[in-house]
């Protein structure tokens, strides 16, 4: 079993739940993070003062998967989240030792 964790930027996350869906992938958990790479912020102005944005809002979307989606999966969300511009995120792929149920006690792919 694999942990696919996705960065991405977070007007494209309809779009990634929509790719996955459609080739079966069944639960994702969505979470509100705020990180940077080699984009290192940006500059904004508000109210005519200009200030630094370090930290840019993006969104982890993480995806418990059996061994034989994950290609599937990585094709998928790439395709989807990709704008070509700067800063449209990166794939971790994870060992996922254990997985279980807690509804039902199953483990392992069952639980997934």
């Known amino acids: ?5 996705a960065i991405i930027k977070p007007f494209k996350l309809d779009d990634v739940r929509e790719a996955l869906s459609d080739i079966g992938v069944t639960g994702i958990t969505v979470i509100e993070v705020k990180g940077f790479g080699r984009q290192k912020g940006h500059t904004e102005l508000y109210r005519g003062a200009e200030y630094v944005v370090d930290f840019l809002p993006k ?13 599937a999966v990585i094709e998928a969300i790439s395709a989807a989240a990709k704008t070509g511009k700067i ?8 060992e996922l030792s254990q997985a279980i149920r807690i509804r039902t006690g199953e483990s392992g792919p069952e639980a997934l």
């Open 1 to 5: 079993m694999k942990l696919v964790a």
């Open 59 to 71: 969104i982890k979307v993480e995806i418990a998967i059996d061994d034989d989606q994950l290609d």
């Open 87 to 94: 800063g449209d995120g990166k794939i971790f792929v994870y």
